[in-house]
């Protein structure tokens, strides 16, 4: 399986903007379709953006609307996830993951890694 870690998290005022970065470590980056979910407190975990092993399709949550974005560099094996006009629904730790199956997660997924999480908290 592939090692996930992921950063940039951090406390920020509604309207701001995030970049998440998720590295990738012990097997072939380009094999695996990413994505990121994320959880609030008291809430199930839900899935946010995936991307295709080129890079070449993403997929989004409708809550998204435009605001987000994913993207990955295969050759410094990370995903990222920019977060702008962050509203403080947003808030919740946010999970990077890692699939040998389909690209598309709205359909379903196949994740066989999940990085640790990092924390992202957008104030009012």
């Known amino acids: 399986q592939v090692q996930l870690v992921e950063s940039g998290g951090g406390l920020v005022q509604a309207g701001d903007s995030l970049r998440l970065s998720c590295a990738a470590s012990g097997r072939p980056f380009g094999t695996y379709a990413m994505g990121w979910f994320r959880q609030a407190p008291g809430k199930e975990r839900e899935f946010v953006a995936s991307?295709?092993?080129?890079?070449?399709?993403?997929y989004y949550a409708d809550f998204v609307k435009g605001r987000f974005t994913i993207s990955r560099n295969n050759a410094k094996n990370t995903v990222y996830l920019q977060l702008n006009s962050l509203k403080p629904e947003d808030t919740a730790v946010y999970y990077c993951?890692?699939?040998?199956?389909?690209?598309?997660?709205?359909?379903?997924?196949?994740?066989?890694?999940w990085g640790q999480g990092t924390q992202v908290t957008v104030s009012s």
């Open positions: 991307i295709s092993r080129s890079g070449g399709n993403t």
């Open positions: 993951a890692a699939s040998t199956g389909n690209s598309d997660y709205r359909k379903g997924s196949d994740i066989g890694s």
